[in-house]
Every structure is written in C-alpha cells, then in structure tokens.
C-alpha cells in the first residue's frame, strides 16, 4: 500500500489538522503516516486550548523512521507553528523524499487579507524553501502574496484588491497564480476566491495553475468559513496525486466533497469552531 506522510498537528476538536486528514486519505485507499508537530486539547480557534508542542520530539520519531528504511510516497505539510517547525519539515524532505515523491504544501500563514498571529518573515522564508520542493501548493490569495512579495507589499495589494470590480480580481487572481508557479516551478491551485454571483447564488473559485494552463473550479458558497476544510481540500488533493490522478480531478472530488459537508453543517447550525459534517460523504471519495 502507498504511504504519505502528514506533518500537522493533532487537536482532539474541531475536525482540522490530522484528524481531518487521516481518515480522507485512508479511504482513498492510501495509508497515513502522521508525524505529530503539537498535540492540542482543541484547535486554536476556541477560546481556550491546551497545546503540547512536539517540535523536539519530531527528530526521535524522524530517527525511528530511518532504522525503517522509510520513503513515502508522498509528503503532505500543513500547519507550521514557527520556523522551527518549518525547519522540521525541511529536514523531512531532505531526508525522505526521493525524486518521485508527491509533496503538496499548505502555506497555512494567513487569510483574507492579515496573517495569523504565527506569522514571521522567518517562517515565510522557510514557506519558499518549502514550496520550491512541492508538487502541488495550495495557499489561499493572502499567502499567495505573502509567499511571492512578504507581508509589507502583501497588505498594499490587498487594499488594492479591495477597490477592484469582480472580473479584475479574477483576472488579478490568475496573474498571482500564473507568477506563483513561475516563481516556484510548481502546481498551485489557490482556494477560495469569492466569484461573481450567479443565479441568485454566491459562488466559491478554486484556481488551478499547471503547465502555464489555468482552470477554474467552483461551487456555491455557503455559510462561512469552517476549521477544517482547507485539511480536507488539501488531503484529497495529497492522496489523488500519490495515485497519478489529474490536480484538476482532484479539485473536482474535493469540492464535490466539501460542498456536502458544508451544506449539512449549515443545516445542522454547526459552529464554525467545530468543523464540517463530512463524515456520512467519505464512502464517495473511495470512487475511482
């Protein structure tokens, strides 16, 4: 069975991180390796957490995995705390990636226009170190522009975009997209771009650059933004690409997927704290 190696934390609520992440790429018939980078009581988005920061103890497990003569087949990064976790998964690529092995990154530094409260020029730095290694990266428009010019220039554009009609920020969009994957000789798909409305109805873009060939796919939007879906998104993406299947493809699934999930959590009124109600839709990515 082909294996991919997950860096990302595990928080016990919230459906996020590793526990969104294992069961989507098991089902797609590939086996999870997680390799913890903290432990938390609940994901950061609760007012209150405890976290068990495991960045020292990520090279004793690294170690195991060598007396073992592990190489995954792929290698998917998603939440980084600092730039020594970033550090971590540098060294994890240098050590265990070989010529053929699928990496996606998630550049989790920000969103809607501000970074997290994790975010350093350090880490970012390390983000493009990161990225350079990728397969496949998946950040949204924010850390599109803080990987390609830092938070500085990033928050001009930002408010540039503000100002822009719909079809120029479409068109802004696939200028960042077409600049990222020249940049980092790399697949992008950047997610969640508000499209013009259609039919009555908000729509939700996700742009994928490949080959200097740029394809959109999108959804209706609803509700808001849940924890969880950009883990999700990003480990159905990471699983498709282990098993040769096109990035636009694995869009495709992925959205299809998320779509339910989101659309029973506003049903239900689930807090957005508590991740998507995408457990009943799993059997449907087992689908060839």
């Not at 873009?205 to 808001?224: A, R």
């Not at 957005?272 to 990515?285: D, H, P, T, V, W």
């Amino acid at each position: 069975m082909k294996k991919i190696a997950v860096l990302n934390d595990l928080s016990g609520m919230g459906k996020c991180s590793l526990t969104a992440a294992i069961p989507v790429i098991s089902v797609m018939g590939i086996q999870a390796c997680p390799l913890p980078t903290a432990v938390l009581s609940a994901q950061t988005g609760f007012p209150s957490y405890y976290c068990d920061d495991y960045t020292d103890r990520m090279d004793a497990i690294m170690e195991e995995w060598k007396k073992m003569d592990f190489y995954p087949d792929g290698i998917y990064t998603g939440f980084l705390a600092d730039a020594r976790q970033a550090d971590k998964a540098v060294e994890f690529i240098e050590q265990f990636a070989k010529e053929d092995t699928k990496i996606l990154i998630d550049p989790v530094m920000g969103d809607n226009g501000e970074e997290y409260p994790i975010y350093t020029e350090a880490l970012c730095e390390k983000m493009r170190f990161l990225v350079r290694r990728a397969t496949v990266i998946t950040p949204n428009l924010t850390e599109a522009l803080l990987l390609l010019y830092g938070a500085q220039r990033a928050h001009v554009l930002w408010k540039e975009l503000s100002l822009m009609d719909e079809e120029r920020l479409l068109k802004f969009t696939e200028s960042t997209g077409k600049e990222l994957s020249k940049e980092f000789d790399t697949e992008v798909v950047i997610t969640g771009i508000d499209l013009p409305a259609r039919e009555n109805h908000q729509e939700m873009g996700n742009l994928i650059c490949k080959d200097g060939v740029q394809t959109w796919v999108s959804t209706v939007k609803e509700g808001g933004s849940y924890s969880g879906t950009g883990d999700l998104f990003a480990s159905v993406l990471s699983a498709g690409m282990v098993k040769g299947m096109d990035t636009v493809d694995s869009v495709r699934k992925a959205v299809k997927f998320l779509s339910k999930g989101i659309h029973d959590a506003v049903l239900e009124g689930t807090d957005r704290n508590e991740g998507i109600c995408f457990e009943r839709y799993l059997s449907e990515l087992a689908a060839e």
